[in-house]
């Protein structure tokens, strides 16, 4: 089976720092994404992680640590504008199918 | 990153009606596209995987002779909606993943409203 859990809601204030972290257990596994996803829009690829470590872009960085199924999204110096949706989703094989969401977590920035 | 284009952005139409939603991967082919339905502050839910040129992959529960796919070429995956009912108002979002990235890139959905 694919499971996927991520809090549900997080607040953070503006110009701190947040950690989203995400646990998966999915039969196969080859990737491990993260998402942003503002109220009323599609999803936005943030980044993507298919080796144990950490991958930095920009303000945002993403961990991963194959043996605990385990992730999380590191955002820096936030702005009222990373107030959004992010969903971790994992890539369950090789093949063709499509990744495994989990329900979001809602990030409200804070004055 | 790699465009997805989808359209219509926002469709209002009468119970009844078949809509026909676009889904176009702009600078990529795309082999496998995806069809999502989100429900408002709810998470997305897969409704069917298209590959190119063979018959797409519904996921249980999703009535595949309401929701018609068709994945005629690389760059292309249609979903209509078949008589649609107020029932079937959400926000429907394709998704398209290439042979040379392990990526899904989204389309920016469409909003069906069905009165």
């Known amino acids: 089976g694919q499971n996927i859990d991520q809090p549900t809601e997080m607040t953070a204030t503006e110009g701190a720092i947040v950690q989203i972290n995400c646990t998966y257990q999915t039969s196969g596994f080859n990737g491990l994404f993260w998402y942003q996803q503002h109220a009323g829009e599609a999803p936005t690829f943030l980044s993507y992680?298919?080796?144990?470590g950490l991958e930095e872009k920009g303000r945002f960085s993403s961990f991963l640590s194959r043996s605990k199924g385990y992730s999380y999204l590191l955002l820096k110096e936030l702005q009222m504008k990373d107030s959004a949706s992010y969903l971790c989703?994992?890539?369950?094989?090789?093949?063709?199918?499509?990744?495994?969401f989990g329900s979001g977590t809602r990030l409200q920035v804070q004055p | 990153g790699a465009v997805v284009s989808q359209h219509p952005s926002w469709v209002i139409c009468k119970s009844g009606t078949s809509v026909k939603i676009e889904c176009r991967s702009l600078?990529?082919?795309?082999?496998?596209m995806f069809w999502y339905r989100q429900f408002p502050k709810q998470s997305l839910m897969l409704m069917a995987t298209s590959n190119e040129g063979s018959k797409a992959t519904y996921e249980q529960g999703v009535e595949k002779d309401k929701f018609l796919i068709n994945h005629a070429s690389l760059t292309l995956s249609t979903l209509t909606v078949t008589s649609a009912h107020p029932e079937d108002s959400s926000f429907y979002i394709c998704s398209a993943r290439g042979l040379a990235k392990n990526i899904q890139y989204f389309g920016a959905g469409t909003r069906l409203s069905v009165l």
């Open positions: 600078d990529f082919q795309a082999t496998t």
């Open positions: 989703a994992a890539n369950p094989d090789t093949g063709r199918r499509a990744l495994t």
């Open positions: 992680n298919v080796l144990d």
